[in-house]
């Protein structure tokens, strides 16, 4: 896990200066060939994946070892650019660092959970957000990009890591925040 920052590039979570939190635009977390930025903070409120009248957008992805291995966020969200899809139209339109930032997908969801301390200590350090991962009235899972069906979406409790099918994408707010794919940025 490194600290992206709009002028110095990638740094060493270790010896950061907290001084140069200005200008940091996520967290880069890097494993095998998966390499995200996961945003500095959620979006301000809890979000529809769909506004209204059940459908599916993308391929569905039914099973468990699919879900965690997916990771097709940023091309899901092509056909999500809508404020029809509250969700991924938030990560599409928010503005931080040149980036081009999407939904997750259950796969990056998946990603930042495996890594998860690291992730909040940098966010953390760099005065970032954390992520939620505690129950409560603030509804404390994510929505991925990756659907199941037309009524449902795979989302992430982070409180005890629990990637599973929500089949209620038109009536059921949950947390978002946006990801960015490393080595693609605005032209």
């Not at 979000?47 to 992805?61: A, Q, S, T």
């Not at 603030?138 to 599973?164: H, I, K, R």
Request: charged share 25%.
């Amino acid at each position: 896990v490194y600290i992206l920052h709009e002028t110095l590039g990638v740094r060493d979570v270790e010896g950061w200066n907290p001084n140069d939190n200005e200008g940091v635009v996520g967290v880069l977390v890097i494993e095998d060939e998966h390499k995200i930025v996961v945003a500095l903070e959620d979006s301000p409120k809890n979000l529809l994946w769909l506004k209204e009248h059940n459908r599916l957008i993308n391929e569905p992805v039914k099973e468990i070892e699919d879900a965690e291995s997916d990771f097709n966020g940023e091309e899901y969200c092509i056909k999500l650019n809508s404020p029809d899809f509250p969700a991924a139209y938030y990560c599409k339109t928010y503005n931080k660092g040149e980036r081009n930032w999407h939904l997750p997908s259950s796969g990056e969801l998946w990603l930042i959970c495996r890594h998860l301390e690291e992730i909040q200590n940098s966010l953390e350090m760099v005065g970032g957000q954390k992520l939620v991962t505690t129950f409560g009235d603030d509804v404390p899972w994510y929505w991925s990009s990756t659907e199941s069906s037309a009524d449902g979406a795979w989302g992430l409790f982070l409180s005890n890591s629990d990637l599973g099918i929500w089949n209620f994408k038109v009536s059921l707010n949950g947390k978002v925040r946006p990801v960015s794919n490393f080595n693609k940025n605005k032209n």
